[in-house]
C-alpha cells in the first residue's frame, strides 16, 4: 500500500501512522475496512457481516481516535500540560 492510498481513505493523517498502517502489510481492501469498521459498525453488523480479522482489528487500533487507551484519565492530568 503507497501513502496515496492510505490518505485516499483516511484522508490527511500524520506521517507516524501512514508508515504503521504501510508497515502492517495490510491491503487497501483491509484499509477500507477497517475505517467502516471503525467509523460506521452498526451498519456492517446491521448487515450481518462477520467481525474484522486481525489485520483489519489492528487497523482499526492504528486508525481510531476514540481508543480508550489514548485517552488521558481526567484523574492523573494531563503530564504535557506544564503541571
Do not use: C, Y
Not at 496515496?4 to 504501510?22: F, H, M, R, Y
Not at 508497515?23 to 462477520?50: H, K, N, T, V, Y
Not at 486481525?54 to 487507551?69: F, G, S
Amino acid at each position: 500500500m503507497t501513502r496515496q492510498e492510505v490518505v485516499s481513505v483516511l484522508g490527511p493523517v500524520d506521517n507516524a501512522t501512514i508508515a504503521e498502517i504501510i508497515a502492517s502489510g495490510a491491503s487497501l481492501e483491509e484499509l477500507r475496512e477497517a475505517w467502516a469498521w471503525a467509523f460506521g459498525d452498526e451498519a456492517l453488523m446491521s448487515q450481518g457481516r462477520p467481525l474484522p480479522g486481525t489485520r483489519v482489528a489492528a487497523l482499526i487500533d492504528l486508525i481510531d481516535p476514540d481508543d480508550e487507551a489514548d485517552l488521558v484519565d481526567p484523574a492523573q492530568g494531563d503530564p504535557g500540560a506544564g503541571h
